[in-house]
């Protein structure tokens, strides 16, 4: 397993059981076959630009470890996810 870092936008119109369902669902799929290491919801910030008309998110960051598998259906989930506006996973290189 390699270790990951994901970093998602929520947006800003979204209520707050929402935004907690989905920070769910996504825990739901790393656990399955994933571990995370740390989870973070950064809370609602400013967006450097506008994206689909909105001017802030919810960010919420993981750390976490997991097959590439299971990083291949997180991106697939996310892509089709209507309350994630923007959404990157990065590899964390080992020093």
């Given at each position: 397993?390699?270790?990951?870092?994901?970093?998602?936008?929520?947006r800003?119109d979204?209520?707050?059981?929402?935004?907690?369902a989905?920070?769910?669902?996504?825990q739901g799929?790393?656990?399955?076959?994933?571990e995370?290491?740390?989870?973070?919801?950064?809370?609602?910030?400013?967006?450097?630009?506008e994206?689909?008309?909105?001017r802030d998110?919810?960010y919420?960051?993981v750390?976490?470890?997991?097959?590439?598998?299971?990083?291949?259906?997180?991106?697939?989930v996310?892509?089709i996810?209507?309350?994630v506006?923007?959404?990157?996973?990065?590899?964390?290189?080992i020093?």
């Amino acid at each position: 397993m390699r270790n990951y870092e994901l970093m998602y936008i929520i947006r800003p119109d979204v209520e707050q059981e929402t935004v907690q369902a989905v920070v769910e669902k996504f825990q739901g799929i790393i656990g399955n076959g994933g571990e995370i290491v740390k989870h973070d919801i950064m809370g609602k910030r400013r967006l450097a630009y506008e994206i689909n008309k909105h001017r802030d998110g919810t960010y919420v960051l993981v750390h976490f470890s997991a097959t590439s598998a299971v990083v291949t259906e997180l991106e697939r989930v996310l892509k089709i996810t209507d309350e994630v506006i923007r959404h990157i996973v990065v590899r964390e290189q080992i020093a």
